[in-house]
């Protein structure tokens, strides 16, 4: 099993910055890469950015790419997600997940571990 615990939600402004992180505890060395996903009220939950612990390579949705950046320490099972230039559509739950296998980054499903959320308000 892994355990996963957010940190660093709140709300700003618009146009403003938050960084979100993510700690990993447990069977860590199975993940194969961990990421971010959002859920604002009403809505589906959606993938948001992912790190894949070999070789670094990072995936973003268009809606955030440029603005977002996901960085990660697979030594110390950590990811932080910075968000910059946030918009009031930004504003959701945000959730870690960890993904034990390597296909679907992109895929709820495919994601075997989730955190508890963290909320993130962008006011206009």
């Known amino acids: 099993q892994v355990q996963l615990v957010e940190s660093g939600g709140g709300l700003v402004q618009a146009g403003g910055s938050l960084r979100l992180s993510c700690v990993a505890s447990g069977r860590t060395y199975s993940i194969d890469h961990m990421g971010w996903f959002r859920q604002a009220p009403g809505k589906e939950r959606e993938f948001v950015a992912a790190?894949?612990?070999?070789?670094?390579?990072?995936y973003y949705a268009t809606s955030v790419k440029g603005r977002f950046l996901i960085s990660g320490d697979s030594a110390k099972s950590t990811v932080s997600l910075q968000m910059n230039s946030l918009i009031p559509e930004d504003t959701a739950v945000y959730y870690c997940?960890?993904?034990?296998?390597?296909?679907?980054?992109?895929?709820?499903?495919?994601?075997?571990?989730w955190g508890q959320g963290t909320q993130v308000t962008v006011s206009s």
């Open positions: 790190l894949r612990w070999s070789g670094g390579s990072t």
């Open positions: 997940a960890a993904s034990r296998v390597g296909l679907g980054i992109y895929s709820k499903p495919s994601y075997d571990y």
